[in-house]
């Protein structure tokens, strides 16, 4: 009787596991890598937008017809987008079906920046909260995301643990990259955000804690946080906090993916714990970076060959596999071999950003002898990795103006200026100022009517600018005011120097 009851056992624990049908499910996955003129240009925002619409449609039950990706996405398509699935979800939808809701892009905690342009983030909050489905949970991957949970009837989750006690679960869902105060961040390394890259790997098996084939809501929330928390610990941007806020009710677990269903999958059986990387042989594309716990876990991946690599001390482990179309491929111990460990360099968020403006510019006189000085400046700003504090930006101004004397017409001064600042940045939604205390230097050059001379000059003052964002480019206006020493026959003369200017900026 033993023997047969650990025959059975043994059998049982070979047996597939069989997921349960998931619901129907329509989807909005919005990506932006292009904001307003003054947001830093984002690599990953479209891809990371295709790569979850991929996971939902291999492991999420998500149909084609019932997604609408939109990539490179404004402000305008997306409300095209959104007008569709509204009148799709009117005319099929149905309290047991469910919505999905992704966006990847910049944004500054009230709208999305999209090319160029602004969606109100409570523009998705009515599409999700009026959606005629009992479930909608919605993934916001930006700056400062954190601030769209703020709605009526949305609870924070402390310890991310959730329970429901009604018959059926039905209620709306918000998770955000970050908290209403932090930055989100992008990484070279693993080929997308933090954030979406460890939520991806948990919905392809990655976060499936209970090993049972499924990633519910709970699981993949709980590894994406911590995985998150850990890898955004030592950025120059400082660590990355998502938030969870719900208004759930039903009993049971929402579950978002079932791997085991997938037609193809890559188990790792390697028993001991570790960090692994799964790439594509093709492209190279980083399909997951993850943390695997004590026994073996399940991947719902796309078929084609990939290359596995687990950290050691010293070295790595690796192999390569091909995952057949419909099928299961598995990897244990003696499949791996070791290999050399690369030199890495270790990547967040750019330390350093900047703007540049070129325009034209215009100053008083040097003396009444001459006329309002003409030219062209080319003005840069720099911004640290860190804006805290009220000195978070850096200046450089280059200029080059010519007058006229006033009596004497063939007599033309040439002047060229330097001046170094260090100034506060404030960012709105449109737009953004920079001004503080700035120092420089003057060269004066004379020519014509029989005089040649030069002269050279300090000069201190004040200066600001205003950057207005015009899509991709920004509208620049600027304007000093100080003083300088004039160098004259009697001795150095101190004088008062206003200057403006106004032109195009970018965003480096």
């Not at 830093?40 to 619409?53: H, K, N, Y």
């Not at 910049?106 to 009992?134: C, N, R, W």
């Not at 329970?163 to 930055?183: H, K, M, N």
């Not at 590894?223 to 990355?240: D, M, P």
């Amino acid at each position: 009787m033993m023997f047969v009851t650990l025959l059975t056992a043994a059998l049982l624990s070979q047996a597939p596991v069989q997921a349960e049908p998931l619901p129907r499910r329509y989807a909005l996955l919005v990506g932006a890598n292009q904001g307003l003129g003054t947001d830093e240009p984002l690599r990953f925002a479209d891809d990371d937008a295709r790569r979850v619409l991929t996971v939902f449609r291999e492991a999420g039950g998500l149909v084609a017809e019932d997604a609408q990706l939109v990539a490179g996405a404004s402000a305008e398509r997306v409300r095209a987008a959104l007008g569709a699935l509204r009148e799709r979800m009117a005319r099929e939808a149905s309290p047991a079906d469910q919505l999905l809701v992704y966006v990847s892009s910049h944004a500054d905690g009230d709208s999305l920046h999209l090319s160029g342009t602004q969606l109100p983030v409570k523009e998705l909050l009515q599409f999700m909260e009026q959606s005629p489905v009992g479930v909608a949970v919605m993934f916001i991957d930006s700056c400062r995301s954190g601030k769209a949970t703020r709605v009526k009837g949305l609870q924070p989750v402390e310890e991310r643990v959730v329970q429901w006690s009604a018959p059926a679960i039905q209620g709306r869902v918000i998770v955000t990259s970050s908290s209403a105060d932090e930055l989100s961040q992008e990484s070279d390394d693993i080929q997308g955000s933090f954030f979406t890259q460890h939520l991806l790997a948990g919905l392809r098996g990655a976060g499936d804690i209970s090993r049972d084939g499924r990633v519910t809501l709970q699981e993949a929330y709980t590894y994406a946080y911590g995985r998150t928390v850990e890898s955004t610990l030592l950025s120059r941007a400082g660590s990355q906090h998502p938030a969870f806020l719900f208004d759930l009710k039903g009993q049971g677990e929402l579950v978002l993916t079932a791997p085991v269903s997938a037609s193809s999958r890559l188990i790792i059986t390697v028993p001991e714990p570790g960090e692994w990387v799964v790439a594509s042989e093709e492209g190279g594309e980083v399909l997951g970076v993850f943390s695997k716990g004590n026994g073996s876990v399940m991947l719902a991946v796309p078929p084609g060959g990939y290359r596995l690599r687990s950290r050691r001390d010293d070295s790595w482990l690796e192999t390569r596999v091909t995952v057949p179309a419909r099928g299961v491929m598995r990897v244990g111990a003696a499949q791996l071999r070791q290999g050399t460990l690369l030199a890495m360099r270790e990547k967040g968020p750019r330390p350093w950003r900047g703007s540049l403006h070129l325009g034209a510019t215009l100053a008083n006189g040097t003396s009444s002898h001459f006329s309002t000085a003409l030219g062209m400046q080319a003005l840069t700003v720099l911004r640290g990795p860190s804006e805290q504090g009220f000195f978070n930006a850096f200046s450089a101004m280059a200029a080059w103006r010519s007058s006229n004397a006033r009596k004497l017409e063939a007599l033309r001064q040439r002047e060229y200026e330097l001046r170094l600042g260090l100034g506060h940045r404030l960012q709105g939604q449109e737009a953004a100022i920079v001004f503080g205390p700035e120092v420089g230097a003057l060269l004066f050059d004379q020519r014509g009517g029989g005089v040649s001379g030069s002269g050279f000059t300090p000069y201190g003052g004040v200066g600001g600018s205003v950057w207005l964002a015009l899509g991709r480019v920004s509208l620049v206006l600027s304007g000093t005011v100080g003083a300088a020493g004039i160098p004259e026959e009697a001795g150095t003369r101190l004088a008062l120097r206003l200057n403006g200017g106004a032109g195009l900026g970018w965003s480096f």
